[in-house]
């Protein structure tokens, strides 16, 4: 599957800033003491185990950063499989430059692997169904675009992106606000209608009062059960969205998809993903 790339000037700022602090206040200083400015060298960044491959595109932008005359040539895109010790990408150019983009560039990629590795695992675990495999935002802080776009590469979904995005109603607000009514209510009366609303329940009497008072397109079931969550689905009949979510590990994602949710969100997607080990060979 091919993705439509970000505007590479949305991604410079980020990236810009990782460079910085690993440049500090005076560069390379090591690469700068020891490799003359005119060495050139071709270098590869390979993969050392099989995955599925996110962070090219920042990774590209990261040497463009440091110098805007290095060839980079992407051999596996975004999105698309590697095997171990396959070559991912290519850097021509001065050595110093590229020693100076090495770092930020393959910890982006190796991080960004790994989330949409561990992404295509799970959405794996929901073959033969209609349930979709969606991220959190439960993101490291200022990489959240980049973390949720390599959900994106490894076959799931996004929730919203930011507070802004859509109404989430939670547990906590609930409570705060004096029952599921009282924040329906509150939402049909200040809400645009442009913006979706979803709310969260964890026990079969709250998603009766949502059915009841309505207001919410989607209902986020929080921590049921699976016969639980089965009965939540049969009680929406189709009615609302549903998401399942909390607790979610690997090994229940095909028997949270067979209640026949239509989303099942998990945090650990960008919390929880390992790094996948790529390294920059000259």
């Known amino acids: 599957m091919s993705f439509a790339s970000i505007p590479d000037l949305i991604l410079e700022p980020m990236i810009r800033a990782?460079?910085?602090?690993?440049?500090?206040?005076?560069?390379?200083?090591?690469?700068?003491?020891?490799?003359?400015?005119?060495?050139?060298?071709?270098?590869?960044i390979n993969a050392r185990?099989?995955?599925?491959?996110?962070?090219?595109?920042?990774?590209?932008?990261a040497f463009?950063?440091?110098?805007?005359?290095?060839?980079?040539?992407?051999?596996?895109?975004?999105?698309?499989?590697?095997t171990a010790e396959q070559s991912l990408m290519t850097i021509k150019g001065r050595a110093a430059s590229i020693l100076s983009g090495e770092r930020v560039a393959l910890n982006f990629a190796g991080r960004l692997t790994g989330i949409a590795t561990m992404t295509a695992s799970f959405v794996a675990e929901t073959k033969g169904t209609n349930t979709r495999v969606t991220c959190t935002r439960?993101?490291?802080?200022?990489?959240?675009?980049?973390?949720?776009?390599?959900?994106l590469h490894g076959g799931g979904f996004n929730h919203r992106y930011s507070l802004s995005d859509a109404i989430l109603i939670k547990d906590n607000h609930i409570a705060a606000a004096g029952g599921v009514r009282a924040v329906l209510e509150a939402t049909k009366a200040h809400a645009s209608h442009m913006m979706a609303v979803e709310i969260e329940v964890d026990r079969?009497?709250?998603?009766?009062?949502?059915?009841?008072?309505?207001?919410?397109?989607?209902?986020?079931?929080?921590?049921?059960?699976?016969?639980?969550?089965?009965?939540?689905?049969s009680l929406v009949d189709g009615r609302?969205?549903?998401?399942?979510?909390?607790?979610v590990r690997r090994d229940r994602i095909a028997s949270i998809a067979a209640t026949g949710?239509?989303?099942?969100?998990?945090?650990?997607?960008?919390?929880?993903?390992?790094?996948?080990?790529?390294?920059?060979?000259f």
């Open 240 to 247: 609302m969205i549903t998401e399942a979510s909390g607790n």
């Open 138 to 151: 439960k993101t490291t802080p200022g990489l959240r675009l980049v973390e949720k776009l390599a959900v």
């Open 64 to 82: 463009h950063l440091v110098d805007p005359s290095l060839e980079v040539e992407t051999h596996v895109a975004d999105g698309q499989h590697c």
């Open 204 to 233: 079969l009497d709250q998603l009766a009062e949502v059915l009841e008072v309505g207001g919410a397109s989607v209902v986020l079931l929080d921590n049921m059960d699976n016969d639980t969550l089965r009965e939540a689905v």
């Open 49 to 61: 185990a099989d995955a599925v491959v996110s962070g090219m595109q920042v990774a590209r932008i």
């Open 261 to 281: 949710v239509d989303y099942i969100s998990s945090g650990a997607l960008t919390h929880s993903a390992p790094t996948i080990d790529l390294g920059l060979d």
């Open 18 to 44: 990782a460079l910085m602090e690993d440049l500090g206040s005076y560069g390379d200083v090591t690469t700068r003491a020891v490799i003359g400015d005119d060495v050139t060298y071709v270098a590869k």
